[in-house]
């Protein structure tokens, strides 16, 4: 496929896992799958855990019929074993209001798994948080007002109060699909306020359009590591994937959040961290040139594994080193 201008690149920094080749797509699923993607990952009670998006059932024209999370387990981040079951379906969650769950984050904060995600709801989208002690029921802690979601939580406590990043979607007052990336304070997981802006869409230069929480934050000596998704639109680029008329390009950016105060910035970097390049990011899949980043997980030698969904298709891993990542927003 041409390139999409203006021209993005990856950062120099990253190395993708088998050359770009997927970590997990529908093959490595015990039951119907098409598109398995935008997973969140961590490491929970001495395995690499990953829940994944499975949407199947493509209408032909622009949607899937069905969206379900799945598990697998894995003990090196690389070799996946898939649970045999859907771990969450809409069926699953049992309140007639919810159409669809997706996007699932995950954070491992004193022994407990936490996982972040979005429902759509026949009255608006909203940003969930739940635990789970197995990968087969959740306890779900809280539920956004409309129209919320990407959220991911730190994995530990700040000031005392826990802390998540958000992505409201106001569509009156910033003039349509310009939205940006916020962050809330709880004392219990389940009343959530003290909210505030930490970066708008117009300051990253390479999203026009939207930005939002990626992988949960990682602490390292510099700061709050922090991925998140940045979006860019141009309506002359004609129809990519099998979707009938998708025009975006998604990039993963990084940026370094005040330890003390995550709502303060303390680097930002300028280029996009990860953008679309390789075969499974611009040419296969449902919608071509996403990269969305939902897992990261930090290794005692310094690699940060970067776990993304490529082209809303399949999961593919990148790897950084840590000092290397905190570098560029500084
Ligand atoms: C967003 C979400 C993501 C998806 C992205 C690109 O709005 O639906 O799950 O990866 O669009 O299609």
């Given at each position: 496929m041409?390139?999409m201008?203006?021209e993005l690149?990856?950062s120099?920094v990253i ?5 770009g080749e997927?970590?997990?797509s529908k093959?490595?699923?015990?039951y ?8 969140g990952?961590a490491?929970?009670?001495g395995?690499?855990v990953?829940?994944f998006r ?5 209408d032909?024209?622009g949607?899937?019929?069905r ?6 387990f ?14 969450l379906t809409?069926?699953g969650l049992?309140?007639?209001?919810i159409?669809r769950?997706?996007?699932p ?5 004193d022994?407990?798994c936490y996982?972040?995600?979005a429902v759509?709801?026949?009255h608006?989208?909203?940003g969930?948080i ?7 029921s ?6 956004s007002a409309p129209?919320?979601r990407n959220m991911?939580?730190?994995?530990e406590k700040i000031?005392?109060m826990y802390?998540r990043l ?6 009156y007052?910033r003039?349509?699909?310009r939205f940006d990336l916020?962050a ?6 389940r009343?959530?306020?003290?909210t505030?802006?930490?970066?708008a869409?117009?300051d990253?230069y ?12 990682i ?8 991925l998140?998704?940045?979006?860019d ?6 129809k990519?994937?099998?979707e009938?008329?998708?025009q ?6 990084v940026?370094?959040l005040?330890?003390e105060?995550p ?6 970097y300028?280029?996009?961290l990860?953008a679309p ?5 611009t ?5 071509t040139?996403v990269?969305f ?10 690699t ?6 490529a082209?809303d298709?399949v ?9 290397d990542?905190?570098?560029l927003c500084?």
């Amino acid at each position: 496929m041409a390139r999409m201008l203006p021209e993005l690149f990856s950062s120099s920094v990253i190395t993708r896992w088998g050359a770009g080749e997927p970590v997990l797509s529908k093959r490595n699923i015990p039951y119907e799958a098409e598109c398995v993607f935008n997973a969140g990952v961590a490491k929970y009670q001495g395995k690499y855990v990953m829940v994944f998006r499975n949407d199947y059932q493509f209408d032909g024209v622009g949607g899937f019929g069905r969206c379900v999370l799945g598990a697998a387990f894995s003990d090196d981040g690389v070799s996946w074993s898939v649970r045999r079951k859907p771990f969450l379906t809409v069926e699953g969650l049992n309140d007639p209001e919810i159409t669809r769950v997706y996007d699932p984050r995950l954070t491992v904060m004193d022994g407990r798994c936490y996982m972040c995600f979005a429902v759509d709801t026949r009255h608006g989208l909203r940003g969930g948080i739940a635990v789970t002690e197995d990968f087969e029921s959740v306890d779900i802690l809280s539920l956004s007002a409309p129209d919320n979601r990407n959220m991911v939580l730190f994995p530990e406590k700040i000031g005392g109060m826990y802390m998540r990043l958000e992505r409201p979607m106001p569509v009156y007052s910033r003039g349509g699909n310009r939205f940006d990336l916020w962050a809330s304070r709880s004392p219990d997981l389940r009343y959530w306020g003290d909210t505030s802006l930490v970066l708008a869409v117009e300051d990253v230069y390479y999203a026009n359009d939207k930005i939002g929480p990626g992988a949960p934050p990682i602490r390292t000596k510099e700061g709050w590591l922090t991925l998140f998704h940045a979006v860019d639109i141009d309506h002359s680029r004609g129809k990519n994937g099998w979707e009938t008329s998708w025009q975006k390009r998604y990039c993963a950016g990084v940026m370094l959040l005040d330890l003390e105060d995550p709502t303060k910035i303390r680097g930002l970097y300028r280029e996009p961290l990860i953008a679309p390049e390789t075969r499974y990011e611009t040419d296969d899949g449902f919608r071509t040139n996403v990269i969305f980043p939902g897992g990261m997980i930090a290794e005692n030698d310094g690699t940060v594994k970067i776990y993304y969904g490529a082209s809303d298709t399949v999961e593919c891993l990148a790897t950084a080193h840590v000092d290397d990542l905190i570098r560029l927003c500084l």
